[in-house]
Nanobody
Framework: QVHLVESGGGLVQPGGSLRLSCAPS???????????MAWFRQGPGKEREFVAAISWIGIRTNYTDSVKGRFTISRDNVKNTLYLQMNNLQVEDTAVYSC???????????????WGQGTQVTVSS
């Protein structure tokens, strides 16, 4: 069952920007407000990797080193939406980006319980 739905992917030139969004899809999650949320990505021929996470109240964030200073994770619990602002995109950022959720009492690291199907981001000139 798909619990979350992503949007905002597309084709962008190197150095460009995109903003991804993620919201509940009508499955087990009605509101993201009590969940730690994260973005993962899987590039062509690669394993899925963690990109960024944000705590349920939005105070704490984590990023993988390769996106620090370029990507910003944020959330709007009133709009029930998670975001990933991606700036200065590079070819190596090309991947399917998926959002995920886990209970707010769980650590932000480790496995996530609820997933979306993903949105394709392609960085190419």
């Amino acid at each position: 069952q798909v619990h979350l739905v992503e949007s905002g992917g597309g084709l962008v030139q190197p150095g460009g920007s995109l903003r991804l969004s993620c919201a509940p899809s009508g499955g087990s999650i009605n509101s993201i407000s009590k969940y730690n949320m994260a973005w993962f990505r899987q590039g062509p021929g690669k394993e899925r990797e963690f990109v960024a996470a944000i705590s349920w109240i939005g105070i704490r964030t984590n990023y993988t080193d390769s996106v620090k200073g370029r990507f910003t994770i944020s959330r709007d619990n009133v709009k029930n939406t998670l975001y990933l602002q991606m700036n200065n995109l590079q070819v190596e950022d090309t991947a399917v980006y998926s959002c995920a959720a886990k209970g707010g009492r769980s650590p932000m690291t480790g496995a996530y319980d609820y997933w979306g199907q993903g949105t394709q981001v392609t960085v190419s000139s």
